[in-house]
């Protein structure tokens, strides 16, 4: 892989220590975590003109992910670069789903993967797995191939670009499908409406559009047994439980307090 690595401290290095200008600015510009922020983009900075100009867009409105180049998911970085979704931490809840679900030497295909952090985390976790990934967006396509293998990322609508031998094969399929009702795009926070891609966050009317086509879609390519894991709000769950039980699955979900995060699972019969 080419930047996913462990999130580990280096000891051997001293820790910068960011301005007092710096973290006012910050938290001047809104920034409720204003010291860490500063600590890390005077990490990223390499001069303090760059770091100006860093602090300047970060007040700006740009995420602080898309600034650093790399984004701390299941104590993985995870490289996402301007223009592509920042996964948020209450996804390392489905990662987990996933990972729990899979069974020995896995086929595992996320789909809609943005930077591809899930895939990531579960190819670096799972043994012996084998795992694709593949979005709609040609911009989160080549931020995943930073995190996976290129030839393992696919860029297509859902399931039409990945490989035919794939069909009958995957023994978990996860999706963290945009969910966001097209209504409610408009409250979004700032620097999701205005940095990340439209197509990562609209999930139409409902939110669930994208999940009615994979419950219709992934019996395809599920093997026996498979598991389809998609991540939802809590208030979509029963709709979505209800959609995946018509499509022929055995349908559960999963919640998590700790990380205020809804995994909707479907099993094939």
Same mark, same amino acid.
């Given at each position: ?15 910068? $220590?960011? %301005?007092?200008?710096? $973290? ?31 602090? #300047? ?63 990531? $985390? ?52 996860? &999706? ?38 994979? #419950? ?16 939802? #709000? ?5 709709? &979505? ?17 700790? %990380? ?10």
């Amino acid at each position: 892989m080419a930047f996913a690595q462990p999130d580990r401290p280096r000891a051997h290095l001293p820790e910068p $220590v960011p %301005s007092p200008a710096v $973290v006012t600015a910050l938290r001047r510009g809104g920034c409720v975590f204003a010291e860490e922020e500063a600590l890390l983009l005077t990490e990223a900075a390499d001069s303090e003109r760059e770091l100006d100009v860093l602090v #300047a867009r970060r007040i700006a409105g740009e995420p602080l992910e898309h600034l650093l180049g790399w984004v701390q998911f299941c104590d993985m970085r995870i490289a996402v670069t301007p223009g592509v979704f920042v996964p948020r931490r209450r996804t390392e809840f489905l990662t987990g789903c996933a990972a729990r679900s899979a069974p020995a030497n896995p086929v595992v295909v996320d789909v809609c993967c943005g930077c591809g952090a899930v895939a990531t $985390v579960l190819a670096a976790t799972l043994d012996g797995a084998e795992v694709y990934a593949t979005d709609i967006d040609p911009v989160a396509v080549r931020c995943a191939r930073l995190n996976l293998p290129p030839d393992r990322v696919f860029e297509g609508d859902l399931f039409e670009a990945l490989p035919d031998s794939l069909r009958g094969r995957v023994d978990v399929l996860v &999706a963290n499908a945009p969910y966001v009702p097209s209504a409610a795009i408009g409250s979004m926070p700032r620097e999701a409406r205005c940095s990340e891609p439209r197509v990562a966050l609209d999930g139409g009317e409902d939110g669930l559009d994208i999940h009615r086509r994979l #419950a219709a879609e992934a019996d395809r390519w599920l093997g026996p047994g498979g598991h389809l894991l998609i991540e939802t #709000a809590a208030s979509q769950a029963p709709v &979505a439980e209800k959609m995946l039980a018509h499509a022929g699955f055995r349908a559960r979900t999963r919640f998590s307090d700790e %990380s205020d995060a809804t995994v909707v699972v479907g099993d094939r019969r």
